[in-house]
């Protein structure tokens, strides 16, 4: 049995759960995520609790059991708490803005950078126009935006220049050497 897929997931407090025919839907106050699962993993709601039970012992279906737990985790955290991760750029003349709700960034190229934000999430700049946090309910969403926005300029392993994660290290490479 998976040791992350037998745990029950605890419901709290103004989060809706609802299972219909492998659909799950959860509710809260961040926003409402809803995704469909597999037939061969049993998903029930019990006493504020869901339960993940597989219906046999194949290979590919104990491989489902704990990530369709993990998933449904992500989704009722991110209902009721929400994720965010931020972003650093680094750089003379590096900077990113908000205008309206798109965000606009200036990494070295001849124009500016403009990215809307898909449905349900949303864009902070921060400390001196330096910092970018994105913010939203589904974590794999959050994830894929801030890596296309790490995208647009990686760091540089020779100046350290571009856009990174916080806390991010980047291994700098020696230049070139003169030749005596």
């Given at each position: 049995m998976s040791r992350i897929g037998k745990l029950p997931i605890v419901i709290p407090p103004g989060v809706q759960v609802s299972v219909t025919e492998k659909k799950v839907k959860v509710k809260g106050s961040k926003g409402e995520l809803e995704r469909t699962f597999k037939q061969e993993v049993d998903i029930k709601v019990e006493d504020g609790k869901i339960i993940i039970n597989r219906t046999s012992d194949e290979k590919n279906v104990r491989a489902l059991h704990g990530t369709t737990?993990?998933?449904?985790?992500?989704?009722?955290?991110?209902?009721?708490?929400?994720?965010s991760k931020t972003l650093e750029i680094q750089g003379v003349g590096y900077k990113a803005e908000m205008e309206g709700d798109k965000?606009?960034?200036?990494?070295?190229?001849?124009?500016?950078?403009?990215?809307?934000?898909?449905?349900?999430?949303?864009?902070?700049?921060?400390?001196?126009?330096?910092?970018?946090?994105?913010?939203?309910?589904?974590?794999?969403?959050?994830?894929?935006?801030?890596?296309?926005?790490?995208?647009?300029?990686?760091?540089?392993?020779?100046?350290?220049?571009?856009?990174?994660?916080?806390?991010?290290?980047?291994?700098?490479?020696?230049?070139?050497?003169?030749?005596?």
């Open positions: 737990r993990a998933v449904i985790q992500n989704m009722v955290t991110g209902v009721s708490e929400g994720f965000l606009v960034i200036n990494v070295g190229y001849s124009h500016p950078t403009n990215i809307v934000p898909p449905e349900s999430i949303q864009f902070e700049v921060t400390e001196k126009n330096r910092l970018i946090v994105v913010k939203g309910c589904d974590k794999e969403l959050v994830g894929q935006v801030a890596a296309d926005i790490r995208k647009i300029r990686p760091p540089d392993p020779y100046k350290g220049k571009g856009i990174r994660y916080l806390g991010e290290r980047v291994r700098r490479k020696a230049g070139k050497s003169a030749v005596t």
